[in-house]
């Protein structure tokens, strides 16, 4: 059973990306720490919330906490998820290759400084994020 532990990004779609980021600055207190050309990162009582306009981001994504980011995305595989990766143009698709064969890991963790990411596609359509950090 995979290990969730907590909250840590709910992803956003904000297609006008000004307009979501005045609105969610009213009703959290103006919470925004960074703002780049595609998303605004915005957090509250240690969540961060994230308005991405990429056509990636066409539905909310919760990202969940896990200590063990390369066990947990194969135990999300034996589950029947599918794991997604963005494309060039933005958009999410899936993943048909699971594993790299020239260094055995998981070719669907996203690397960013401090931070591992993946995102899944459910058996009902919906999608997850897990991440860790390190």
Not at 10 to 32: E, H, M, N, R
Not at 75 to 84: D, H, N, R, T, V
Request: glycine share 6%; proline share 4%.
């Amino acid at each position: 059973m995979l290990n969730l532990k907590n909250i840590r990004t709910i992803v956003y779609p904000a297609p006008d990306l000004k307009a979501s980021t005045g609105a969610w600055s009213k009703i959290l207190g103006d919470p925004v720490y960074k703002n780049k050309d595609f998303v605004t990162f915005l957090n509250e009582d240690g969540i961060d919330i994230r308005l991405n306009r990429l056509p990636w981001a066409d539905c909310p994504i919760t990202f969940w906490e896990v200590d063990d980011i390369n066990a947990s995305y194969d135990e999300m595989l034996q589950s029947g998820a599918i794991a997604m990766s963005e494309t060039q143009d933005g958009k999410l698709e899936e993943i048909t290759k699971q594993f790299n064969n020239d260094t055995d890991a998981n070719v669907g963790i996203i690397n960013k400084p401090g931070r591992k990411l993946a995102i899944f596609k459910l058996t009902d359509e919906s999608l997850i994020g897990l991440l860790q950090d390190s």
